[in-house]
């Protein structure tokens, strides 16, 4: 009996397998996707370029000096304007002035700075075209923060040299301790490498468990589960299914895990200064965990949209209840940032080590810095412990859900099915 189950099973996976690689969808997305990827590295290194700040402003201010502090620091900032008038003290007439010529885009927009009596700090205010201009108010708080720390230096007798080189950027190396050794990181390079692999992670799984969900509805609605079950089991179906798509979607990882590893040592990659996927932060360690989480985290969305697509009789009903599948992965993907930035955080460690969230928290905190073996082992084992609890439960459910036509399981009848034998 095992022996027909697993001949059964083999030879559905072999079919799901077959089919799906022969698809024209396959293939779109194995090229389109890591062309995507490319697109978008591309695109964000030459925004990142020419990102500038506001080139042609205008200073008021009631007081010359604080107004001259202010366009020096803007002179030495990040992204140096091109003119910077100032206008101090301000009448009517240049207010009018320059709300004209914000008005027809000769100006970005103008600061005032108004003392405050008994305050150091005076009110600052950006007027400017633009209803949304992070880069333009960020240059000009630190452009009024940089100028009140110069008047305070010079205040004190510090020469305009001295106060040059304190206000000058400093560049920060960074560094890691792997195995008990002091090697040299790239954080950003580092951050992008476990990102990318992060969204592809949580992008398969998602893809290919909606997926599986929607297989099941397109087969039951065509009654071709009636033809299929009268030579293989429910059970060697599902798990054939599984497998199938498993199969596929590690095939469509194998592809673009091959072409990032020629790209890395392709001479373009050199000429950018990527030599390998060490360059990138990407280490063989966090390659072979990618595999293990990418499979447990599969089988686990896999097999709960698997009982999900038995129990509903339209696709229209799977869009429905896959927020239900998406849930924990977006507030993985949400996480992200915090659980980079803290790996051994309580959060990071308990979300790590519940099923439904441990195929990207505990990845992202591999990538962030190794946790304890205890740790791993313990979120692998539970990961794994639940995949075979859900295949087993959508088993139970599948059985009897690909039969059911014409309207949606409840609750009590899926706990009923799981009652059969």
């Known amino acids: 009996m095992l022996d027909g189950l697993l001949r059964n099973t083999l030879l559905i996976a072999k079919r799901e397998y077959v089919e ?10 194995t090229l389109l996707v890591p062309v995507g990827m490319g697109g978008l590295a591309v695109l964000g290194q030459f925004s990142g370029r020419k990102m500038e700040g506001v080139q042609n402003l205008a200073i008021v201010s009631s007081n010359p000096a604080l107004a001259g502090a202010v366009k020096a620091a803007l002179r030495d900032g990040s992204f140096p ?19 004209a010529e914000v008005s027809a885009h000769q100006i970005g927009g103008y600061l005032t700075l108004e003392p405050v009596p008994g305050e150091a700090e005076p009110k600052s205010t950006w ?8 880069v333009g108010k960020a240059q000009m708080e630190t452009a009024v923060r940089s100028a ?92 054939g299914k599984l497998l199938g798509v498993g199969a596929t979607g590690l095939t469509q990882m194998a592809i673009w895990g091959a072409l990032l590893v020629f790209y890395t040592g392709s001479a373009m990659a050199a000429s950018q200064g990527i030599h390998g996927l060490g360059s990138l932060g ?24 698997a009982a999900l697509g038995s129990s509903v009789s339209g696709e229209q009903e799977v869009q ?18 915090f659980v980079l930035g803290n790996p051994n955080s309580t959060t990071a460690v308990v979300l790590s080590l519940l099923p439904p969230f441990t195929p990207i928290i505990m990845y992202m905190r591999i990538c ?3 946790p304890p073996a205890w740790q791993v082992a313990l979120s692998i084992v539970l990961l794994f412990g639940s995949v075979w609890g859900m295949v087993w439960l959508a088993a139970r459910i599948y059985r009897v859900g690909v039969l059911m036509y014409g309207k949606r399981a409840t609750l009590p009848e899926m706990i009923r099915w799981l009652r059969y034998s």
């Open 81 to 99: 304007p091109q003119t910077v008038e100032v206008v101090a003290p301000a009448t009517d007439a240049d207010l009018a002035r320059l709300n």
């Open 320 to 337: 429905q209840f896959s927020f239900i599948l998406i849930s924990p992965l977006v507030v993985s993907v949400v996480l992200l940032p």
């Open 368 to 370: 962030a810095q190794m």
């Open 282 to 305: 990407i280490t063989k360690a966090e390659l072979g965990f990618f595999a293990i989480f990418f499979l447990g985290g599969f089988f686990l969305y896999s097999g709960l949209a």
């Open 148 to 239: 009140l720390i110069r008047e305070q230096l010079a205040a004190r007798g510090v020469s305009d040299a001295q106060v040059h080189a304190l206000m000058r950027e400093t560049t920060l190396n960074t560094m890691q301790v792997k195995n008990g050794a002091v090697v040299t990181s790239n954080s950003e390079r580092s951050f992008l490498g476990a990102y990318i692999l992060i969204i592809v992670l949580y992008a398969s799984v998602l893809i290919y468990g909606i997926n599986i969900a929607r297989s099941v509805v397109e087969e039951k609605t065509s009654r071709i589960f009636e033809v299929l079950l009268s030579t293989a089991s429910s059970d060697s179906l599902m798990l």
């Open 127 to 134: 007027i400017s075209g633009s209803a949304i201009n992070l």
């Open 20 to 29: 799906r690689v022969r698809s024209k969808v396959f293939r779109i997305t």
